[in-house]
């Protein structure tokens, strides 16, 4: 198994420009989320899934979207591309409510 | 939402036993203890977690106090990869999934 593979690794992006970060897992997990960590921060959660075609809001939404049309991918959209969303983003998956989560190894983005 | 207190950084040397201490004093009776760990910007990495039991696995041994408001994770011979930020987290729940917030951690550092 390859766990939770995130891509890319590293972008940089001007400001108003939009993209999409990858996120998919082989581990058949019914719950995915995206966090973003600022430098010398903790992680704060974005968005999080259930299950395929459920989605919902963390703790800071603003500036994003995500949609889960199968249980392996959840894909995270930036929209017009901001200097606060730099960042890196982890996502991450795991099997039920209270079983471990298993992370991804980020996205540095870079909006200049 | 019950928070977690945590030092902001320990040094231990290596091959001595690292103990991670977590305040939680309001967690409720059916929160869990969670433990992660972030080794130099990598994802984090699931470690153990418990309920009201103490928990062993071959990385940690997770020592919760009986009236619940604090724990200790244990690592029992420290290496140097060891050296990490490592999470003291209560599970939010909720209907939805399982929300993993995190808070700032505690910098160990293991020294030769």
């Known amino acids: 198994n390859a766990g939770v593979t995130q891509t890319p690794k590293f972008r940089i992006l001007k400001i108003g420009q939009s993209m999409t970060l990858q996120c998919t897992q082989d581990m058949n997990h019914n719950y995915m989320y995206w966090y973003r960590q600022d430098p010398g921060m903790g992680l704060k959660l974005i968005y999080y899934?259930?299950?395929?075609?459920?989605?919902d809001k963390g703790e800071v939404p603003n500036g994003y979207n995500v949609s889960r049309s199968t249980t392996e991918d959840f894909p995270l959209r930036l929209e017009l591309a901001a200097p606060s969303q730099t960042s890196v983003y982890f996502c991450?998956?795991?099997?039920?409510?209270?079983?471990?989560?298993?992370f991804g190894q980020g996205t540095r983005l870079t909006v200049v | 939402d019950a928070k977690t207190t945590q030092p902001p950084s320990m040094d231990c040397a290596e091959g001595r036993a690292a103990n991670l201490p977590c305040n939680h004093s309001?967690?409720?009776?059916?929160?869990?203890v969670y433990w992660y760990r972030q080794i130099h910007s990598q994802g984090p990495q699931y470690i153990i977690h418990g309920l009201k039991n103490n928990e062993t696995n071959e990385m940690a041994s997770l020592i919760i106090t009986e009236d619940r408001k604090s724990s200790t994770l244990i690592l029992p011979h420290a290496t140097l990869r060891d050296t990490a930020v490592y999470y003291c987290?209560?599970?939010?729940?909720?209907?939805?999934?399982?929300?993993?917030?995190f808070g700032g951690g505690t910098r160990l550092m293991v020294k030769p």
């Open positions: 987290i209560v599970r939010v729940r909720n209907n939805a999934g399982n929300m993993l917030t």
């Open positions: 899934s259930v299950g395929a075609g459920i989605t």
């Open positions: 991450a998956s795991s099997y039920g409510p209270t079983t471990e989560a298993f």
């Open positions: 309001t967690i409720s009776g059916n929160e869990y």
